[in-house]
């Protein structure tokens, strides 16, 4: 089994910060790319940010200079550093992750329960 687990989420005014935390756990050979989603009320979940194994990482347009992407390979965390928050960035945060469960597994996706992250005008 597999489990991810987010944490970290809350209540902010605009223009506060938040860190989401996720961490994976189970049995894990190794993680590939890991990510973090959002799903705002009456809107289709869409992808923020993402970091590949090797640390590159990818921005949606409308976090960029405002959120970083970390991940802690030793630990099978990913992190979410969000600044400069906006109500826009209101919606349920859900960490992904792409996961090998053995040496000669197949890859696949693995999603959190999802963190609420509510900013305030």
């Known amino acids: 089994q597999v489990q991810l687990v987010e944490s970290g989420g809350g209540l902010v005014q605009g223009g506060g910060s938040l860190r989401l935390s996720c961490a994976a756990s189970?049995?894990?050979?190794?993680?590939?790319?890991m990510g973090w989603y959002r799903q705002a009320p009456g809107k289709q979940r869409e992808l923020v940010a993402s970091?590949?194994?090797?640390?590159?990482?990818y921005y949606e347009d409308s976090v960029k200079s405002r959120f970083t992407i970390s991940r802690d390979n030793a630990k099978n965390k990913v992190y979410l550093q969000m600044n400069s928050l906006k109500p826009g960035d209101t919606g349920v945060y859900y960490c992904?992750?792409?996961?090998?469960?053995?040496?000669?597994?197949?890859?696949?996706?693995?999603w959190g329960q999802g963190t609420q992250v509510t900013v305030s005008s």
């Open positions: 992904s992750a792409n996961i090998r469960r053995t040496e000669m597994g197949v890859p696949l996706v693995y």
């Open positions: 189970g049995s894990i050979f190794s993680i590939n790319g």
């Open positions: 970091i590949n194994s090797g640390g590159s990482t």
